[in-house]
């Protein structure tokens, strides 16, 4: 069946670092990708999605581009900040999940002043 | 904005109570999703919901049933609450049925049964 992959947390970095958290996907014929974040204390919220190959999402500084040869979806930042402490999860939705959002496991990243 | 309220942040309940959680939303979504999260294991699908007074199982459905009377009204139902339904549950929206819907959450609810 359909499933996501993400990289274990948690992922603690300094301030103005670089980020990446990686993604992969196993999926039956062209999933679109997400990845959500989730602050403390709040529900999940979109941050940023592809629904087509070599599409790239971008949202606050993240971006994560669709790639099929790879079956990956990783989420990058050049230079994160304290507020992007969260949890993210990447995620697809695919017809042969009957339109219904399968989600990773979660990335907790910490963010060190 | 797209807004997702639920009932209660925080419910404390006893082993074998029936506990209802509530879930609406405003802006007129046809889906509604309710999911478990608990660390290690990400969001699992419990049941959702694409119409009035329709549902679907999902991933993880026994031990819950849902209702859905109202368009904008989603609620969760455990019918004799288990400790090992202690976890958040998170309610979420989305427009139509179709690929790629952005899902709207609400802020969950941390339920502990004792």
């Known amino acids: 069946g359909d499933s996501v992959t993400q990289m274990e947390g948690p992922v603690t970095l300094s301030e103005e670092a670089f980020l990446t958290i990686n993604c992969t996907y196993t999926?039956?014929?062209?999933?679109?990708l997400f990845w959500y974040v989730q602050y403390p204390g709040e529900g999940l919220q979109l941050l940023l999605k592809a629904t087509k190959a070599d599409d790239k999402g971008s949202n606050k500084g993240f971006e994560a581009t669709y790639r099929k040869e790879t079956t990956s979806f990783h989420l990058e930042k050049g230079s994160v900040q304290v507020s992007d402490s969260a949890v993210y999860f990447c995620a697809l939705s695919a017809y042969s999940s009957a339109s219904k959002i399968i989600f990773g496991s979660g990335t907790r990243l910490s963010i060190r002043p | 904005d797209v807004k997702v309220t639920q009932s209660s942040r925080y419910l404390v309940k006893r082993t074998g109570e029936k506990v209802f959680l509530e879930c609406v939303q405003d802006m007129d979504h046809e889906n509604m999703f309710w999911y478990r999260q608990d660390p290690g294991l990400g969001l699992r699908l419990i049941y959702f919901s694409y119409d009035v007074k329709m549902k679907e199982k999902g991933d993880i459905p026994e031990g819950y049933s849902v209702s859905r009377e109202k368009k904008e009204r989603f609620s969760l139902i455990l019918e004799s609450a288990s400790t090992n339904q202690t976890s958040m549950y998170l309610c979420?929206?989305?427009?139509?049925?179709?690929?790629?819907?952005?899902?709207?959450f609400g802020p969950g609810t941390r339920l502990t049964v004792l």
């Open positions: 999926a039956t014929g062209y999933p679109s």
């Open positions: 979420a929206s989305s427009p139509d049925r179709g690929l790629a819907d952005t899902q709207y």
